[in-house]
């Protein structure tokens, strides 16, 4: 396919709905209950509810908003050391638009940027190191974020500050890595899915074989998707028809771009920049070991972390907000309590309001959802778990 309205052809997403409504009524277990595909990239979630691929999609197969949304996870108390160094005189900080409006416990970088912190919005890291070239007698700040997708470009920046000796940048590294999450997931006692729609822009950097783990040890077939809307429903076409088949495999609809192996010359730079941090404290998940990553020793003259005194507190979230259930999807963004209300994309309570991938800004965006219908959906649901032993045997973690 060459061009995009291939991608949003109605005829061919017409025939994939017939194919998936003929797969579904082939699957014993979607007679139970329904089967619960996680789509763990929060641009996926946009597709999904842009074009409405929910309503096309019969009643017995429901999606699950993973916490694919690296702006969303963000703790509240690493947005606290955001404004903190950004509130230091010395200092200009930039970072991505998305993060400017996420709420810490008094403020958001936008709040401190009027309150007269130099916060600039860039489009790319090289983009803070020129900021940096221009003004060297003044700290540059890039606020380093993201999952595998962005890494490398954070990397190479760091290495040609490195080379071209410009020392009066740094970086505040808050990316964090996709296979740890997903494995979190999996062994959360509250989830039970029947598969997943892999991420399409980290599979790019990382490859598809990363993710054998879930398909091998935790019995889960896994689609690696695109983000068209035929690229939803054919991914969701291959997941059932594995399940409909007992195969659980990694699969690639995004061949197009997504290989095997990845990008070695972009992991080549992560590696050589990043570490592992022994753990990381995601917003609704908790700590989750090996799921961030550090800059090195080696480049320490770049670690902001290393430079500057970072207050590093923890901060719980509102209790009001529930961003916590709604990342490991245990409730819809509408079943929270300040859905569109106290919280919405103009006066945001969480972060999944903020982000353009947060799946409660989808909702409330693109909401041509029927909510009594998924209401009941889920009440059955729970019915079904708590009175059928068999519920319990076809959705264990673990084979």
């Known amino acids: 396919m060459k061009y995009v309205d ?22 014993e277990r979607a007679r139970q209950r329904p089967l619960q595909i996680m789509e763990v990239c929060g641009g996926h979630t946009h597709t999904i509810f842009r074009y409405g691929i929910q ?25 606290d050391d955001c404004v903190a160094l950004a509130e230091r005189p010395e200092v200009i900080f930039t ?20 309150d007269g912190a130099d916060v600039r919005m860039v489009y790319s890291p090289l983009d803070a190191l020129k900021i940096a070239q221009l003004n060297p007698d003044r700290e540059v700040i890039f606020f380093g974020l993201g999952f595998e997708t962005t890494m490398p470009s954070t990397a190479m920046t760091v290495l040609q500050a490195q080379a071209k000796k410009i020392h009066n ?53 896994i689609t690696v998707a695109g983000f068209e809307p035929l690229d939803i429903l054919q991914s969701m076409w291959m997941v059932l028809r594995q399940i409909e088949e007992g195969r659980c495999e990694v699969e690639n609809q995004y061949g ?58 923890k901060i719980a979230d509102p209790k009001a907000c529930q961003c916590g259930e709604v990342l490991k999807g245990v409730i819809k963004p509408h079943q929270c309590k300040v859905f569109g209300t106290a919280c919405t994309p103009e006066s945001p309570l969480g972060s999944l309001m903020v982000s353009s991938e947060g799946a409660c800004a989808a909702y409330y965006n693109y909401g041509r959802i029927d909510t009594s219908r998924i209401d009941e959906r889920r009440a059955a649901r729970q019915s079904v778990k708590s009175t059928d032993p068999a519920y319990a045997l076809t959705t264990r973690g673990h084979s």
């Open 6 to 27: 291939e991608f949003r052809d109605p005829h061919k997403a017409k025939t994939l709905e017939k194919e998936i409504r003929a797969l579904v009524s082939r699957i």
């Open 55 to 79: 309503q096309l999609l019969p009643d017995a197969v429901e999606f699950v908003h993973g916490p694919g949304c690296p702006v969303c996870v963000l703790p509240m108390g690493r947005v």
């Open 95 to 114: 970072t991505f638009g998305d993060a400017m409006r996420v709420p810490g416990s008094k403020k958001s970088l936008l709040k401190a940027k009027a």
């Open 169 to 221: 940048f740094s970086l505040f590294c808050n990316h964090i890595t996709i296979i740890p999450t997903i494995k979190a997931i999996l062994d959360s006692p509250d989830l039970h899915l029947d598969g997943f729609l892999g991420p399409g822009h980290v599979s790019m950097v990382i490859g598809t074989r990363p993710y054998d783990f879930i398909a091998r040890h935790y019995r889960k077939p």
């Open 256 to 313: 197009r771009v997504v290989t095997e192996d990845g990008n070695a010359q972009a992991l080549s730079a992560v590696t050589r920049v990043f570490e592992t941090r022994a753990f990381f404290e995601w917003r609704g998940l908790g700590s989750i070991d090996h799921s961030g990553v550090r800059v090195r020793e080696t480049f320490a003259a770049f670690d902001a972390e290393r430079k500057f005194d970072v207050p590093n507190l």
